[in-house]
C-alpha cells in the first residue's frame, strides 16, 4: 500500500517528491513506491454561496437577510474544480492505505486539507506533517516524527468556527449595507474595526488646532540646556513670557544644583515574528505588509533561507538550541561575516529572551535556515528583507547595549534648565546593525535624543552666553503608517499574524482607504462606511473576543456549538440595526464623464493598471480607461494635442488649454501626414509656383475624389 501525502502548494509538493524519492511525474501527482504526493492550489474546497442552499439567494435582497443555514455545507470551487478532481481520484485508489496532510502547518493550512477530505468522503488513517522550515533536513526529520491525525482535531474546529463565523457574519452584513445603500459597501469583523482605527485618527486631526510655541535654549559655553517648566513641558506658548526669559537668563551665571549618572543596559530586541518583521520593513524599507509577506514567503518556499513566516511566537524552542551554530554558519558571509564568526569560537548564551518553550506557540520565530545562502541568487526586495532577519538573529547572540545616561539639572536666575546626554560604553547587540537601520528605534529614546556631554560636577558655576529661541508648532496625532496600524492590530487582537496584511490589501482594494506615500487616509467611501456599518462591528473588541474563544477552542477549552450559537444571534441582530437604519449613503467617485450606452454618470474606481470609469448600473457594465487620452488633433488656437473624451453623442476632443471642443465624425476621409506630402509634392509642379499649401491641398483633393 501507499501513502497518499497532499501538499499546499505544486511547488511544496514537488520539493517534498524530490526529498522522499517520488520521482515519477504526472500532471497532478507525483509518484515513488511508496509515496503519492498531490497538492492542493490553497483551497479546493468552500463554504457553499448563499445561492447554492436557494436559487432566489442568488439576487440580493434585503428582505431575505438574514441567511442562516442550519448546517454548513460545502462546495468544490470551480476555478480549482480540476485539481480537486485529480485528488478525489488519488484518494479513492485502492493502493492509497494512508493520508499525510503536509498543508503549512497552521489554522488555515489544516482547514483546507480537512474539508476537502471532507467533500472526498476519506475515511482511512491519515497523520500529519508538522514542520517550520521547507529543508531537505527538516523534510526528512518531520517525516520520520509524523504526529496522528487525531492531535489537530481541536484546531480544525477553531478554524472551521473562524470561517462559519465570518461567512455568517461578513456576508449578511456586505449584502444588507450592498442592499439598503444601493452601493457594494463590505463589512467584516476585522476589516470593519481596522477602519474604525484609521477613521478615529482621521477624527481627531480635523478636531486638532495647531498652536505656535517657543522653546528656550540657553549656549552655556561646551554644552546647552533647555529651560523647563514646574510641570516639565519646555514648550512656551506665551510670546511676552519667552521674552522675559530670554533677559532675565542672557549673560547671568549660575550653577550645577543636581547630576545623575545612570549606566543603562538595552537587550538585544526579540526574534522576529511575521506582525514585528513587517512593522520594520515598512518603517525601515518602506514595504507593506503584503510584499514583507509575499517576499517573506518567497524566502521560505523557493530559497529555503528562513523558517515558517506566519508565526506569533518571538522564542525559540529548547529542541532547537544544538542547530543555532548551524544556522549562524551558514549565515556567516559576506556583509555578515564579521559579526557572526567570533560569535562561533565561544559557546551561544542562550538566555530566556532567546530560547523560552513556555512562549512559543504553533511555531517559534522566524529565523534563518542551515541552507547555504547564496545572496547573488536573492532580488533586491529578497535579500533587503533577508538582511533585516539575520541581523536581527545574530543580535540574539551579542551582549547588551550599556551606555551612561546624565542628567543635569541647572539653577540660573531661579529658572530650571535641563540637558540631557550619553556616553556609550559598550554596543553590544548594536554592532549588529548599521546605525541608518537603528534610526527611530523605540527602545532606543535615550540613545537618540542625547548628545555628549562634557564632564561635569555638581555645585559647577555655568553662564550663560546667549539664548536661542527655537519656533515651533504643536502637530496633530500622526495618521497611520503600515506599522503603526500592525501595532494596534496586534494590539486588539485583530486577525493573525497571517491575515493582516490581507485585511489592509481589501481595505485599499475595496476603496476604503487609499495609501498616500507611507500614510494610511480614509476615502469618502470609508469615511461614510463606518458611519453605516452597525456599531458592535466598528470596535476592535468584538473581534478580540472572538479570536480569545477561537484560541479557548484550538486548546479544547471551548466549545463550537456555543460559539457558533452566539455568532447566528448576533448575525441576525446586525442586520436588524442596517435594515432600521436612517441613514443614507452618497457615492464618493462620481465622474463628470457619462456612460455612452445609458447615461448614467461613471463612478471612478483606482486600480493597480490606473483610473477605470465604472457603470454603476448593474444593468450596463460599461466601463473604460479613465486616463487620459491624447488624440493627433491639434487645437487651432494653442495648437496643442487634444484629449480624446467619449459622451453621449460619440466621441469628441477638447483642448485641454483652451477648452475648445471639436466632434470627431468617424465617417470622414482623413489623410495622415505622409499621403499629405506625397499629395503637395505630386500637384505642386502642375500649378503655378505663387499658389498657397491650401491651394495646393485643394487641388489635390480635388484630383482624388474625382
Not at 470551480?78 to 485529480?86: G, P, R
Amino acid at each position: 500500500m501507499k501513502t497518499l501525502v497532499l501538499a499546499e502548494k505544486p511547488s511544496v509538493a514537488r520539493e517534498i517528491a524530490r526529498v522522499m524519492g517520488s520521482r515519477e511525474k504526472h500532471k497532478s501527482h507525483f509518484e515513488g513506491s511508496k509515496y503519492v504526493v498531490t497538492w492542493a492550489l490553497g483551497h479546493l474546497v468552500g463554504l457553499a454561496e448563499p445561492e447554492d442552499y436557494d436559487k432566489k439567494f442568488a439576487n440580493w435582497s434585503l428582505e431575505d437577510l438574514p441567511i442562516l443555514p442550519d448546517k454548513m455545507k460545502l462546495k468544490v470551487l470551480k476555478e480549482t474544480n480540476h485539481q480537486y478532481k485529480a485528488v478525489q481520484q488519488l484518494m479513492r485508489r485502492q493502493d492509497i492505505g494512508e493520508l499525510i496532510i503536509a498543508t503549512d502547518a497552521a489554522r488555515e493550512g489544516e482547514l483546507l486539507a480537512r474539508w476537502i477530505m471532507d467533500m472526498a468522503k476519506w475515511s482511512k488513517p491519515f497523520k500529519r506533517l508538522w514542520i517550520s522550515s521547507q529543508t531537505d533536513k527538516a523534510i526528512k526529520e518531520g517525516f520520520a516524527s509524523l504526529k496522528p491525525g487525531s492531535q489537530f482535531e481541536r484546531l480544525y474546529q477553531s478554524a472551521r468556527c473562524r470561517a462559519e463565523a465570518d461567512w455568517m457574519v461578513g456576508l449578511n452584513v456586505t449584502r444588507a449595507l450592498t442592499c439598503k445603500f444601493g452601493s457594494p459597501l463590505s463589512a467584516g469583523r476585522v476589516q470593519t474595526p481596522s477602519l474604525g482605527m484609521i477613521m478615529q485618527r482621521e477624527n481627531e486631526i480635523l478636531k486638532f488646532r495647531s498652536e505656535e510655541y517657543s522653546i528656550l535654549r540657553a549656549d552655556l559655553g561646551n554644552f546647552e540646556a533647555t529651560w523647563r517648566g514646574s510641570n516639565g513641558d519646555s514648550r512656551i506658548f506665551e510670546n511676552d513670557k519667552v521674552q522675559d526669559l530670554q533677559n532675565k537668563l542672557s549673560g547671568r551665571t549660575g550653577k550645577i544644583i543636581k547630576l545623575k549618572k545612570t549606566e543603562k543596559h538595552v537587550p538585544h530586541p526579540l526574534a522576529y515574528d511575521l506582525t514585528e518583521l513587517q512593522r520594520d520593513a515598512n518603517r525601515m524599507l518602506g514595504f507593506s505588509a503584503k510584499q514583507t509577506s509575499n517576499v517573506l514567503q518567497r524566502l521560505y518556499e523557493q530559497h529555503k533561507l528562513v523558517t515558517y513566516p506566519r508565526t506569533d511566537s518571538r522564542y525559540l524552542s529548547s529542541d532547537m538550541a544544538d542547530t543555532l551554530k548551524e544556522r549562524l554558519t551558514s549565515v556567516a558571509i559576506g556583509p555578515y561575516a564579521a559579526i557572526a564568526r567570533p560569535l562561533l569560537r565561544k559557546p551561544l548564551p542562550l538566555s530566556k529572551r532567546i530560547v523560552d518553550d513556555s512562549k512559543v506557540t504553533d511555531h517559534h520565530a522566524i529565523i534563518p535556515t542551515e541552507q547555504t545562502v547564496l545572496l547573488n541568487a536573492l532580488s533586491s526586495e529578497e535579500r533587503r528583507l533577508y538582511d533585516l532577519i539575520v541581523r536581527r538573529f545574530i543580535s540574539l547572540f551579542y551582549p547588551p547595549a550599556r551606555y551612561d545616561n546624565v542628567a543635569v539639572e541647572l539653577d540660573v536666575a531661579g529658572e530650571t534648565l535641563h540637558a540631557k546626554g550619553i556616553t556609550m560604553k559598550e554596543s553590544g547587540w548594536r554592532a549588529a546593525y548599521d546605525e541608518s537601520l537603528l534610526d527611530g528605534d523605540e527602545d532606543d529614546d535615550d540613545l537618540e535624543s542625547g548628545a555628549s556631554l562634557p564632564e561635569l560636577k555638581e555645585g559647577e558655576t555655568v553662564t550663560v552666553k546667549r539664548c536661542i529661541i527655537q519656533s515651533g508648532r504643536t502637530q496633530p496625532p500622526k495618521r497611520y503608517t503600515e506599522a503603526a496600524l500592525l501595532t494596534q492590530m496586534e494590539k486588539h487582537g485583530l486577525g493573525t499574524p497571517a491575515t493582516r496584511a490581507d485585511i489592509i490589501e481589501k481595505l485599499v482594494n475595496s476603496d476604503t482607504i487609499e495609501r498616500q506615500g507611507n500614510l494610511l487616509h480614509p476615502t469618502g467611501k470609508g469615511k461614510q462606511l463606518i458611519e453605516l456599518a452597525p456599531a458592535d462591528l466598528r470596535s476592535p473588541d468584538l473581534t478580540a473576543r472572538w479570536e480569545a474563544e477561537l484560541e479557548r477552542i484550538a486548546r479544547g477549552q471551548g466549545k463550537p456549538g456555543p460559539f457558533l450559537g452566539g455568532i447566528r444571534d448576533m448575525a441576525q441582530s446586525l442586520v436588524k440595526g442596517v435594515k432600521n437604519s436612517e441613514a443614507s449613503y452618497k457615492p464618493h467617485n462620481v465622474s463628470n464623464s457619462h456612460c455612452p450606452d445609458c447615461g448614467t454618470r461613471l463612478l471612478e474606481k483606482k486600480t493597480k493598471r490606473g483610473l477605470l470609469l465604472i457603470c454603476p448600473n448593474e444593468d450596463c457594465g460599461y466601463k473604460r480607461s479613465g486616463e487620459k487620452r491624447l488624440s493627433n488633433r491639434r487645437c487651432p488656437q494653442c495648437h496643442k494635442k487634444m484629449e480624446l473624451k467619449e459622451g453621449k453623442a460619440g466621441l469628441y476632443v477638447q483642448c485641454l488649454s483652451c477648452g475648445i471642443t471639436e466632434v470627431m465624425n468617424k465617417d470622414s476621409k482623413h489623410i495622415n501626414k505622409r499621403e499629405q506630402q506625397k499629395l503637395v509634392k505630386q500637384y505642386a509642379k502642375q500649378e503655378p509656383a505663387g499658389n498657397n499649401l491650401g491651394d495646393l491641398l485643394k487641388a489635390a483633393m480635388e484630383k482624388k475624389n474625382q
